[in-house]
């Protein structure tokens, strides 16, 4: 007898599998952040996408999930486990380090936004209590997607990153007290909302009090435990159980669960298991986070565009724009640069998660009608979207911002007789690793670098070192590259490189250049556009430890140094057959030395 099978149960897993497997792989190729990858996924499958074609076209039921409540205790875990992992990276004695940017700029944050965005809605025509709920929930940034772009950037340990965490910690902890506020405006519930506030808050900081003392009498033993068995199963459950147990808790005393994950996660983090646990957890966090994703995606609906467009649009751009104009000065104020400013703001400028919650506290409380509840949900969910390219904006304009270093004028390249020396561009570890070994052998060098510590520093240690950039033609002349002996080229980025051998090249035709290259291809092409040679980091570095391994395990030295040396000449004989149409010059050991 066949055994029929309910599979509408796996719709969720499907989407969700299908989204990590196809379709973030495919926005990893375009270069596009997977955060907006997830999201489309949960607006082109959610019930405003292809579910809402579901009862016409039945197998599209199969891909779709049009009930988006079936997916948030997975997509709540999922954020619970991202704040868990944070609270590894921190500590308790880090956290109170943070308190000035948590209670100071984070409240600074939440009062002025909220505030300035309550005015604008009853300066709209909204009564003052929605317009305070709309000003609240506005006001709120996404923890979850400002962590998960600081992370993929590798961000989350520099000023912005600390920066924004601090603001956002601080909006996870007002969420409580705000939620209560916003229950208290019900009609219903006036008269009794504060003392109801007292008691929960009371609640939650005895239910934190208790985590914390637990955690630190329970949490060694247990992980001792689970590690002598040497089971990896067992040890992603405990770690399971501690996200599950701290945000289970704070979720039952009114506080975020989230939040209690944090917690557990700053209590395992002075543990000797911390590493292990962020290596078990991180695949974990990945998938669950990318489900929180596609849930918010599922919340865009497409007609409200339609119904409002220039609401939404003007809406998106006001949210942001005020958001930034608040957060960035404030961060100024509280001893930032304007470029540290500036990535703050654009990242805290969208909306956030919380902001759902508020508006459905509101919505059933009867302070806020669905006609203007959809308008403020698609803002949010649409202006975390622009997370992702708001990061890559700041990441732009930041550096610009950057106050331009005072260059002393004994720094500068003085009016020197035209003396034949090597000219080094670069004086980075390659550079002063190249001088060194000219000094060795007494050939006279002049070194150019447009790092003005770094020149500062060599200067004080006597190196002819000068602060310029050496791309421009007429630094060029200045050092009189018409005497030069030649020009050592150890620019770690290879379009500036390109630029000064190429202007060299054009400059004096019979120089000797020698230049840095990432790779073979890189080499082929410094060779084409004028480069006497080129030495590819990844083949050198490829040889070195082919010698070393050989001669460890007791090859003779004599054959080996044979053996490097062919195959160096074969490899830059490959490099050389990639660029046929340039003028390559051999330069044997003993030519080079006559020319030096």
Known sequence: MAVSHDTTVYQEALVVLGAAGVVIPLFHRLRLSPVLGFMLVGAVVGPFGLASLAPGLPWLAAITI???????????????????????????????????????????QVALCASLLTAIEIELGQDWTA??????????????????????????????????????????????????????LDPANRGSGSAELG??????????????????????????????????????????????????????????????????????????????????IEPFKGLFLGVFLISVGMSLD???????????????VGVVALKLLVIAPLSRAFGLTWGTSLQTGLLL?????????????????????PDIASPVLFITALTMATIPGLSMLGNRLAPR???????????????????????????????????????????????????VD????????GKPVYFGDMTQIELLRRVHLDTARALVVTLDASEPADRLVAAARAERGDLLIVARARDAAHAAHLYRTGASDAVPETIEASLQLSEAVLVDVGVPMGPVIATIHEKRAELQAAIKAMAPGAEVRPLGRKRLRDRL
């Not at 956290?95 to 948590?102: I, N, T």
């Not at 004994?410 to 020396?421: E, F, G, N, V």
Request: hydrophobic share 55%; proline share 5%; aromatic share 6%.
């Open 131 to 184: 317009a305070l709920v709309i000003g609240l929930a506005l006001a709120m940034s996404s923890t979850a997607v400002v962590v998960q772009v600081l992370s993929e950037e590798k961000r989350l340990n520099s000023p912005t990153g600390r920066t924004s965490f601090a603001i956002l910690l601080f909006q996870d902890l007002a969420v409580v007290p705000v939620l209560f506020a916003v229950g208290a």
């Open 401 to 451: 911002l950057a106050p331009k270093a005072e260059v002393d004028s004994a720094l500068l390249l003085p009016d020197t007789p035209s003396l034949p020396r090597v000219i080094i561009a670069g004086f980075g570890r390659v550079g002063q690793t190249v001088a060194a070994m000219l000094e060795m052998h007494k050939v006279p060098y002049v070194a150019i670098d447009s790092n």
């Open 349 to 369: 400028g969208p909306g956030g998660e919380f902001g759902f919650v508020i508006i459905a506290v509101a919505l059933n409380a009867h302070l806020l009608t």
């Open 454 to 461: 770094r020149v500062s520093a060599q200067r004080r240690q």
């Open 66 to 108: 049009s009930n988006p409540d079936s997916m948030q205790p997975i997509a709540e875990l999922g954020v619970a486990l991202l704040l868990f992992m944070i609270g590894l990276e921190l500590s308790f004695e880090r956290l109170w380090l943070m308190r000035r940017l948590v209670f100071g700029l984070g409240f600074l």
């Open 199 to 280: 008691i929960a808050l009371g609640r939650a900081a005895v239910a934190v009090a208790v985590i914390v003392a637990l955690g630190r009498l329970v949490l060694r033993p247990l992980f001792r435990s689970v590690a002598r068995t040497r089971s990896a199963e067992l040890f992603v459950a405990a770690c399971l159980l501690v996200v599950l147990a701290t945000g289970l808790v704070t979720s039952a005393v009114g506080l975020s669960m989230p939040l209690g994950a944090l917690i557990g996660g700053l209590l395992l983090a002075v543990t000797e298991y911390r590493r292990q646990v962020e290596v078990t």
């Open 302 to 316: 497409v007609r409200t565009v339609a119904a409002h467009p220039a609401l939404v649009f003007d809406g998106i």
